[in-house]
C-alpha cells in the first residue's frame, strides 16, 4: 500500500469512523497528527504517551526510525524526543515498547535498545544476532523487569532476563501456532504472556512454563479476526486487540465475549492501554497520525452510585407498604 495515495486526511479518516459507527464507545477523543509510520504507543503512569516511528517503509534499516512524546491530551512534546542517526542514536524500525523503571526497551528489527525515557539516552543494546532474527516486534515487561520480544517470522517469543542479569536472552517459547506473533502483554491478573498472531488473527497465552494456549482463533465457527497487530489490558482485565488489515479494534471481556468497538479505521497497529486515565492510543500506520480515546467504564466502577431501590424499577409502593406493617 502506497500511503500516499490515501485520498483522505488523518481528521477525515477519524471523523469517518465516526459518522459510520459512532466510532468507539468513547468519553472523549484527542488526535496527534504529523507522525511517520506510527508502528506503537505506550503510557508512561498516565504522564505522558511513548510513540515509535518506523518513518519510512517498516522492516527497513535506515537508521532514522525515533521516538516522540506527546501529553495525554495530545500535545506533542518532542516529535523526534530519541532519533536514529543523531547522538549515536541507532534505530531503523521501532515497534513494540516496554518501560522498566527508567528504561524505555524498544525492539528494533534485530535488537532490543534501552534508552533513558527522561533524556533520550542509549542505555542499552541487546542484540539477537546469536538467534538470526530480524523481525523483533511485540515487547512487554513483566513485574520483575525481565522482557518478553516477540520475533514474528521465525514464530519465537524470546525471554530476557532483568538488567542486573545482564539481560540474558533465552527462547520462551517457538512454536508454528504463534502464527508470526506480533504485539504482547502481560495478563494483570495471572502474569501470563498473553499476544496477537498476525498469519491468521490468533490470540493465545503462554504461562510460566511456556506452554501456548490458544484463546481465539479464525476457523468457521470463530471467525472474526484477521492481521491482528496491537495488544493490551485495561485495568479491569478487559482485553483490546487492533486488527490492522480489515480496520477494526476487538474489546474482549473476561467471559471472552468480543464486541467491536471501532471499525472502518485505516491501518490500526501497535495500541496501548493508559490504565491510569482509562484511555486507548491507537497509532495509525499509513495515515501517519494517531487517536487517544476514552474507554467506557464497567457499570460497577463508580464508587459514589447509590444503590438501587425499589422506586428504580417503579416499584415505590413496596417500600411504603413495608413501613406500614
Not at 209 to 229: S, W
Not at 235 to 246: A, I, N
Amino acid at each position: 500500500m502506497n500511503p500516499y495515495c490515501l485520498a483522505v486526511s488523518f481528521r477525515n479518516a477519524i471523523l469517518t469512523s465516526i459518522l459510520v459507527l459512532g466510532c468507539w464507545t468513547a468519553v472523549y477523543a484527542e488526535e496527534v497528527a504529523n507522525l511517520a509510520f506510527p508502528q506503537s504507543m505506550i503510557a508512561d503512569g498516565g504522564q505522558v504517551y511513548f510513540i515509535a516511528n518506523a518513518n519510512g517503509d517498516p522492516g527497513t534499516r535506515e537508521n532514522k526510525g525515533f521516538i516522540s512524546k506527546v501529553t495525554p491530551e495530545g500535545k506533542m512534546i518532542d516529535l523526534h524526543f530519541i532519533q536514529g542517526g543523531q547522538k549515536s542514536v541507532i534505530l531503523n524500525s521501532p515497534k513494540g515498547m516496554a518501560l522498566v523503571g527508567a528504561t524505555l526497551y524498544v525492539a528494533d528489527l534485530d535488537a532490543v535498545r534501552g534508552f533513558d525515557k527522561n533524556t533520550g539516552e542509549t542505555l542499552h543494546t541487546i542484540s539477537f544476532a546469536q538467534f538470526h532474527s530480524q523481525s523483533l516486534a511485540g515487547l512487554a515487561a513483566d513485574p520483575l523487569g525481565g522482557l518478553y520480544v516477540s520475533d514474528s517470522d521465525s514464530n519465537t517469543i524470546y525471554h530476557i532476563d532483568e538488567a542486573a542479569h545482564d539481560h540474558t536472552v533465552t527462547v520462551f517459547a517457538q512454536d508454528e501456532s504463534l502464527s508470526h506473533p506480533r504485539g504482547l502483554t502481560i495478563h494483570p491478573r495471572n502474569g501470563h504472556v498473553v499476544g496477537v498472531g498476525w498469519e491468521d488473527g490468533k490470540i493465545f497465552e503462554i504461562d510460566e512454563h511456556g506452554t501456548i494456549q490458544e484463546l481465539f482463533a479464525n476457523t468457521f465457527f470463530t471467525g472474526g479476526f484477521y492481521n491482528l497487530d496491537g495488544i493490551d489490558f485495561d485495568k479491569y482485565g478487559t482485553m483490546y486487540v487492533s486488527d490492522l488489515t480489515v480496520g477494526k479494534v476487538w474489546r474482549i471481556l473476561a467471559n471472552h465475549k468480543k464486541e467491536v468497538i471501532a471499525e472502518f479505521l485505516l491501518s490500526p497497529s501497535g495500541i496501548g492501554v493508559d490504565r491510569v486515565n482509562h484511555v486507548i492510543m491507537v497509532p495509525y500506520l499509513y495515515v501517519n497520525g494517531a487517536e487517544i480515546n476514552g474507554l467506557e467504564r464497567p457499570s460497577n466502577d463508580n464508587p459514589n452510585k447509590k444503590p438501587r431501590s425499589w422506586s428504580d424499577y417503579g416499584l415505590g409502593w413496596l417500600k411504603k407498604d413495608a413501613a406500614n406493617e
